[in-house]
Each structure stands twice: as C-alpha cells, then as structure tokens.
C-alpha cells in the first residue's frame, strides 16, 4: 500500500490510539486546512478523515499528530548533534521514536497532573518541545527533500516524560500565553482594525511562534473579528510590520505597544556610550570590535580561505594568517551559502593545526593530538542556506541566535545569497540596516563577503569596487583583494571609517593538501624590491622604462633611485652601486 491509501491508513491508526491527526500541504509542514485550531480542543471524527482522505491524502497530502492534552501525547525535536548531547545530559532512555530528515522525535506522555505543556522553542540548546498548540509530523510523510518519516520502534510503550525535562519545560513556560482567549474573542471595528492586528501578531512572534503560522492566524482573526475583515495583504503587512518591529527590539525588554517601538538616549548618555576615542581592535588592522564590513575579491583569490582564517582567530585565538594578533575571542557564526561544507571543512581542520600532516607508510596523515579543541571550537553555522535578509522572520532568526550565543563576529558569505538582487543594492542595504542595530544592541562585528563588480576588478574607486554607493555608505571597514604578479600572491587593500586606509600588503599563499601558510609583506616594500631587482638586469636607461617594467610610477621609482643613490653607469643604464670595501689596516 502506497500514496494516499497508506496515509489515510495510517490517520485511522493514529486516531484509533487516542490520537488527534491533521493534513498538512503535500511535502510540507503547514496545515493543509484553513482552520484547524478547533482539533486542539475537537475529536476528528470518522466522516471528516474519509473527507480527508478523498481532498487531501490522495493529493499527496502529509499526516500530522496534533499534541497536547487532545491527544494525550508530547513530542521532543531534536535535529542536531548539539541537541542530542543537550537531550543526554537529562534522558538517556527509550520511548517511541520517529526518523525525521535531520534527527528524532521522541514521544512522552502528557503528565495527567492537569497541568498543560505548551509549546516551548529550544527549551534545551537544539531542542524544541510540542505540547499544547502544537503538531509533528507523522509517517509515513515525505519530507520536501525526499526523506520518508518513519517509526524507529513503533509497537514499544509510550514512557513518561522524564521529571528533569517536565520542570525544565515547566520552568520555560511558567509564561502566560502570548494572546489570551478574550483577546481573540473581540471583535474589532474599522479604524483599529491594523493597529490590532499588528499588535497580535507581535505577541505571536515574541513568543516563538514561526512567521507563517502567525501570519495564517492573524488571517483567521481578521476574517471573524475584523468588521468589516481587511484585504488578505493588508493583513501580511500588518504582520510584517510586527516582524520588522519584534526584530528590532531587544527581548528581554519587548513589549507589545506602539511607544516601544523606537528607542531614545538624551545627550548624557549618548556622550557615554559613544564618544569618539581611540579605536578597539578585535584583529589590529583588520577587525575592529563591533564594525560592519565587506571582503571585496573576485572568485578565486583567496576570499574564503581568509573568512575561515578570521572565523578560527576569532573562535580560538589563533593569530590572523599567522601573523596578526588576536586581541578578543568569542564566538563566531557564520552563515556560508555558496560553498560545499565538506570542503569548508576540510580547511578548517588544516588551518586549525597549523603544521603540516605527518607521514606514514608513504601516507600523509593529519594530527589528532588536537581533535577535541577542533570539535569544541566556539564556530556555530547555519546549514539550511536559506539567510535572507528580506524574509523578516529570518532576521528575527538572526536576532534570536545571537541573543542566544553573543557571538564575537557574523560572517555571512556571499552576499548576493542574503539580499534580493531586484534593485541591487539600493534596496538591499536598506534591509541590512538590521546588521547595525544587531551591532548596536549586542556589540558583535559582521564581516559580509562581496564578489568584485567587472569594472571593479581594475578601478581604485569604491563604487566600483562594490558596486553601489548605497554599500559604499552603509559599510564601516572594507578588505579588497586583488589579484597580485605571481600565481597564490594577491594584494589587499584595507580602508576603514574609524583610521582611513591601512597599508597595503602582499599575501603570498603557500597551500598544499596538508599545510597552510600565508607570508605577509607590505606592497611598498614589495614594489620596491621589484624595481631593485629589474635594475639589477642592467638594460634599463630611463625611469619611465623602469616604471613601465614594473608597473610603478615614475615618482615611486625617483624615491627608491634616490633612496638607494643609484645613478647610471657609463653605458647609460641604470646600476646599483657596490657597497665601499672595508679598508684594511697595515
């Protein structure tokens, strides 16, 4: 049995069980009903599964399990390795288990004390409760990917639900509920209809509840209570507004008034937060605390290599390229969307050792004395690659994971995968001002990684560089690279807002399968060692020739001629004068 028949099947099961069912869209998780908040408290009955088997499960629908009291039955979701060893740490036994595409859900009796469990949102780091208000999904479902949900021991008893974790869960949701039930009972006149819409759906998002849930029950709310109902997308604008709003806004002092939405400082208090002083480096010449920026490279000069370079000195204190001391560590999120993570791995784990790999029986090997330092580094990353700055509920995503770990630096790479290249980048930028609120309001740096414009990748000019006077102004510091004269040396020219322009240096990448080494020079020092050694070649008679071979310009070569008082010799070329014999006594 297969398809919908299986499903449907399965529904009869489930609800013979106790259990309260639901469809949800085909290869998804959103309910597939327009109202379906009546099956927290309703039966499913007979007739309404045989609707549904004939409406939805033989369309390709998905199951759900309703949880909560209805159905006598909470689930706990964990989907990372994180959120297992968190799990472990108070439950290390066995209860009916579900396969998901990422990780498990496990089911627990809902304690018959008369006391409900709502929903709680990473109630353990990786790991979130449903209970009342809530569904899973069921098998024999199929996620978007592909992945069939299966029971990994279906037929074992139901356990209950460990104390250690019954507290913790009552602990988080001590809270009263984000709307109470007279609220959603009003109904609402023209002329308040967006203001109460909007504030509702705030309380919705402040308490965890996913953007297009909040946004379907907003919908439900307006078309009973809303007299009369407002037009579906001044709806969605209302609840995106409260999104843009919850974002904003620091949670531990969120409150749902209009009055909360912006903040002030009188001058006294403004002078002591920000007055100018010297300023604070994280990484001297590269990082400066709490600064938003750009690293500028066309594609393969050594962009990624120097993101993950940063994110390791940051997390451990490793020097920057070997060479540039850390001066603050923390942790460090990165949101990488472009590059496959295995790779991303694989050289992390060759920088973090810093030597080259051993070998053995004419294999290299790499050294595991540090394994355990490489795994607990403080790196945490966002593997969905689904950033954007335009949908508001992953901004309020972002806001919630650096709350959660206050991380030292965001790296998000690249930036086109982040913004919406309509209007690019007037438009853009004007979302990524969340970059500098979250700066503000927790004092993180953000490191965002920009693909060189074609005019860029040969003008010195800024707009060039990044394509936008728009980024232009919004960034803070800025890490150009370019392409140097020899194979694995590329340029890099810094510019911040808080010291100007930094010296310009030449980095010269020496990468094999088991070592990393960067040797960092300054450009000038470079130029002029250049212009040295095509002096050397004795064939040269004018500056501007000099200039010419060495891509300089004529007044650089007049310093180093004078600096190194070389004059022409009798054939009309330029030489380097012999240093004086040492005279000798007699």
């Not at 009188?266 to 400066?288: D, F, H, I, K, N």
Request: glycine content about 6%; hydrophobic content about 35%.
């Amino acid at each position: 049995m297969t398809g919908g028949k299986a499903i449907s099947k399965k529904a009869s099961e489930y609800r013979e069980l106790g259990w309260n069912v639901l469809p949800l869209k085909p290869k998804g998780k959103a309910p597939a009903l327009d109202k379906w908040e009546k099956y927290q408290r309703e039966r499913v009955t007979v007739e309404e599964l045989d609707q549904w088997e004939t409406n939805y499960w033989t369309q390709g629908a998905n199951l759900a399990i309703i949880t909560g009291e209805i159905s006598g039955v909470v689930v706990i979701d964990v989907d990372s390795e994180q959120g297992f060893e968190e799990l472990l740490k108070h439950w290390d036994g066995e209860t009916l288990t579900v396969k998901t595409s990422k990780g498990r859900h496990f089911y627990f009796k809902h304690p018959s004390d008369g006391y409900a469990l709502t929903n709680s949102v990473k109630f353990l780091l990786g790991v979130d409760f449903r209970g009342n208000g809530g569904y899973v999904v069921a098998p024999p479902s199929i996620h978007e990917s592909g992945h069939e949900y299966t029971w990994e021991n279906w037929g074992i008893p139901i356990a209950d639900l460990p104390l250690a974790l019954l507290n913790i869960i009552r602990e988080k949701g001590e809270r009263k509920p984000p709307v109470s039930a007279e609220e959603w009972k009003i109904d609402i006149q023209e002329g308040e209809r967006d203001e109460k819409v909007t504030r509702l759906a705030g309380k919705l998002l402040q308490a965890a509840v996913p953007f297009d849930m909040a946004l379907k029950q907003m919908k439900d709310f307006n078309n009973e209570h809303c007299k009369p109902p407002l037009e579906e997308r001044q709806v969605e604008k209302c609840v995106k507004s409260a999104a843009r709003r919850e974002a904003s806004k620091p949670v531990s002092i969120w409150k749902p008034e209009s009055e909360q939405a912006f903040i002030t400082l009188p001058q006294r208090e403004m002078a002591r937060r920000y007055t100018l002083s010297e300023t604070q480096w994280t990484v001297p010449g590269w990082l400066p605390q709490a600064g938003i920026g750009l690293c500028v490279a066309p594609p393969g000069n050594h962009k990624t290599w120097m993101l993950l370079n940063m994110a390791l000195a940051v997390a451990t204190g490793k020097p920057f390229l070997g060479h540039y001391p850390v001066m603050k560590t923390g942790n460090v999120l990165v949101i990488q969307q472009e590059d496959p993570f295995e790779l991303l791995q694989e050289r992390l784990a060759m920088m973090f050792n810093w030597e080259p790999a051993t070998e053995q029986d004419g294999e290299f090997t790499l050294d595991c004395r540090n394994v355990k330092e490489f795994l607990n580094m403080p790196i945490t990353w966002l593997t969905t690659r689904d950033f954007h700055f335009q949908n508001d509920a992953a901004v309020v995503w972002l806001e919630g994971k650096i709350d959660e770990i206050k991380p030292e630096l965001v790296i998000i790479d690249p930036l086109y995968s982040a913004v919406s290249t309509e209007k690019y980048m007037a438009e853009s930028v004007q979302k990524m001002l969340d970059c500098k609120r979250l700066r503000d309001e927790y004092g993180c740096s953000f490191i965002l990684a920009h693909h060189t414009t074609k005019s860029g990748e040969k003008s010195g000019a800024r707009t060039d560089i990044w394509g936008s006077t728009f980024l232009n102004a919004f960034l803070e510091f800025a890490w150009r690279i370019i392409k140097g004269n020899a194979e694995n040396v590329q340029q890099v020219w810094r510019h911040s807002k808080f010291k100007g322009d930094e010296e310009k240096l030449e980095l010269t990448f020496n990468i094999t399968d088991h070592s990393f080494k960067v040797d960092v020079t300054s450009v000038k020092e470079s130029k002029e060692n250049e212009i040295l050694e095509v002096i050397k070649e004795g064939v040269y008679t004018t500056q501007r020739a000099l200039a010419n071979a060495t891509g300089s310009s004529i007044g650089h070569v007049n310093k180093v001629l004078r600096k190194h008082n070389i004059i022409k010799g009798k054939g009309g070329q330029y030489e380097i004068p012999e240093l004086p014999a040492e005279r000798t006594s007699v």
